[in-house]
């Protein structure tokens, strides 16, 4: 319990979208979407300040042999692996199949930007995408899942693009020129999807945050856009109970 509980503060203090999509899901389902939520914010420290990529593999490397001793049921001494391989091993969560999503983090280590949005989209969709596919992997919303994951993932890239820019990591294709339209608007496609409430609860962030970025005439600087929305437990709850 005290790893879930730790699972649990640190996406509550660092990932609020996620914590409230998490705390929404079916009971079952849960603790599980906790645990991918805290490890995904593991995965986003594998790139040092420094950029420096050695580094970054090493990290990543470290989770891919966590991963691994997950399944033969030797799990490292740290809060969000333990929980993880609990999940693993309760069947809620498949060790083997998230080291793809590691292997997709590689390209957090690379300082150019994506060629185009396709290049863009197939980054977002093979890391939150996949994760959160994961969780309804077995249910006919999986592909509606991993849609809205994607989604999510791409306003999430263009409303952090000022930042990212500051870090030396741009995220913003270079075939589109610094425009950020194209990315919002392909969000925007992709969150259209249909499905149980929690599977698309990506989606339902998407879309809001995708009308405040083109209120606010799509300018990362703006604080409209950068900012967490303040209604979004509102409209997940109202998307929970049509």
């Given at each position: 319990m005290m790893d879930a509980a730790y699972c649990a503060d640190q996406v509550r203090q660092h990932?609020?979208?996620?914590?409230?999509?998490?705390?929404?899901?079916?009971?079952?389902?849960?603790?599980?979407?906790?645990?991918?939520?805290?490890?995904?914010?593991?995965?986003?420290?594998?790139?040092?300040?420094?950029?420096?990529e050695t580094l970054g593999l090493i990290r990543l490397q470290w989770h891919r042999d966590a991963l691994e001793e997950n399944i033969a049921g030797n799990p490292r001494r740290h809060p969000v692996v333990n929980a993880l391989a609990v999940a693993h091993h309760s069947g809620l969560v498949d060790a083997a199949v998230l080291d793809a999503i590691v292997v997709a983090r590689e390209r957090d280590l690379d300082p150019e930007p994506p060629a185009d949005l396709a290049e863009l989209e197939a980054y977002a969709r093979a890391t939150s995408g996949a994760l959160h596919r994961h969780l309804w992997r077995d249910s006919k919303a999986a592909q509606a899942a991993e849609d809205a994951g994607t989604a999510f993932a791409l306003i999430g890239l263009a409303r952090a693009e000022r930042v990212n820019q500051t870090r030396n990591r741009p995220w913003a294709p270079k075939?589109?020129?610094?425009?950020?339209?194209?990315?919002?608007?392909?969000?925007?496609?992709?969150?259209?999807?249909?499905?149980?409430?929690?599977?698309?609860?990506?989606?339902?962030?998407?879309?809001?945050?995708?009308?405040?970025?083109?209120?606010?005439?799509?300018?990362?600087?703006?604080?409209?856009?950068?900012?967490?929305?303040?209604?979004?437990?509102?409209?997940?709850?109202?998307?929970?109970?049509?």
């Open positions: 990932d609020g979208d996620r914590y409230l999509m998490a705390l929404l899901h079916p009971k079952r389902l849960r603790h599980a979407a906790m645990t991918l939520a805290a490890w995904n914010l593991e995965l986003s420290k594998a790139r040092p300040p420094s950029g420096e075939a589109l020129g610094g425009d950020l339209c194209p990315i919002i608007k392909r969000a925007l496609e992709l969150a259209a999807v249909k499905g149980p409430s929690a599977a698309t609860a990506p989606a339902t962030l998407a879309k809001a945050y995708a009308r405040r970025a083109l209120k606010a005439g799509v300018d990362p600087t703006s604080a409209l856009m950068a900012t967490p929305d303040p209604w979004r437990l509102w409209r997940l709850l109202a998307r929970k109970l049509i």
